[in-house]
């Protein structure tokens, strides 16, 4: 039986988990599970921190890639536990956070959980994984919502020292369609993302290493950057989960704060500080 009880969403700080759910009662329900952990990238863990995956109605709208063939596989240490498997963020061409030397990851290239909240009809999450890419980046923090049931928010501030191409990564079972200035999953959900400055979209067929001893069929990721380099960006994506051409809900830019309204809330994001107010 579906639970009735349980709270819809709850954060795990320990272990740096964040799940939401539109309704668990409802087998058609919306989730977001989001990852900054403080274990790192190290053994099993993988570098994914401020990761996110989204599921409606039993399927997947976006997913993690690769599988599990054996520990330590070619398919293993170059894709299933890299950053740019995830839906999280790279730069440069898909370079992501540490691994170490022997790419069996490393403890320190953890994240945090720094803020959770939730209500009626809402969840909120904000997670910094700065840690992750070991001096990289001085800034790497993003913030997940799911509102409504229908609408999942991502709002992401990354920051370095010197200019670079920073990317953000979503990865789809199957090929996403390109439709006006968004991309349509499984013909049901629309997803775009907004920033003060241009951005760039690439969606490709994943390339890895085969996998040894079982049957992958490689997804698509999607990628969204900066067109020119620079050392400061920030992004909304807004993902509709009822749409199948683009969403009537289109975020607005004044002087460094974006406003993303939906039917029943309204979110503003200050991007200089990453501050995130809800009503």
Avoid at 32 to 58: C, E, I, R, T, W
Avoid at 208 to 230: D, E, F, K, L, Y
């Amino acid at each position: 039986a579906n639970p009735s009880a349980e709270p819809n969403a709850m954060s795990f700080p320990g272990i740096g988990w964040v799940a939401m759910h539109s309704s668990l009662a409802d087998a058609k329900r919306a989730s977001l599970f989001f990852k900054s952990s403080p274990m790192g990238s190290y053994n099993h863990n993988h570098a994914d921190q401020n990761a996110f995956v989204l599921h409606k109605a039993g399927q997947s709208i976006l997913t993690s890639s690769g599988v599990y063939d054996y520990y330590g596989s070619p398919h293993w240490l170059a894709w299933y536990k890299t950053t740019q498997a995830h839906n999280a963020v790279t730069f440069d061409g898909g370079q992501g956070q540490s691994l170490g030397v022997s790419g069996r990851g490393i403890s320190s290239a953890n994240g945090k959980i720094i803020r959770f909240e939730q209500g009626a009809d809402w969840a909120l999450s904000t997670g910094d994984a700065t840690a992750a890419y070991l001096g990289i980046m001085s800034k790497a923090l993003r913030t997940v919502s799911l509102l409504e049931g229908r609408y999942a928010i991502v709002l992401d501030s990354l920051a370095s020292s010197s200019s670079h191409q920073f990317e953000l990564n979503f990865h789809t079972d199957s090929a996403p369609m390109p439709v006006g200035t968004s991309y349509v999953i499984r013909g049901t959900a629309c997803m775009r993302s907004y920033s003060n400055v241009a951005l760039q979209v690439q969606t490709k067929a994943v390339v890895a290493p085969t996998p040894t001893g079982i049957t992958w069929t490689p997804n698509w990721v999607t990628r969204v950057s900066n067109a020119a380099p620079t050392n400061d960006l920030s992004v909304v994506t807004v993902v509709d989960l009822a749409c199948s051409a683009e969403s009537a809900v289109k975020p607005t830019y004044s002087q460094g704060n974006w406003t993303i309204t939906t039917p029943k809330h309204s979110l503003n994001f200050a991007t200089a500080t990453h501050t995130v107010t809800f009503k």
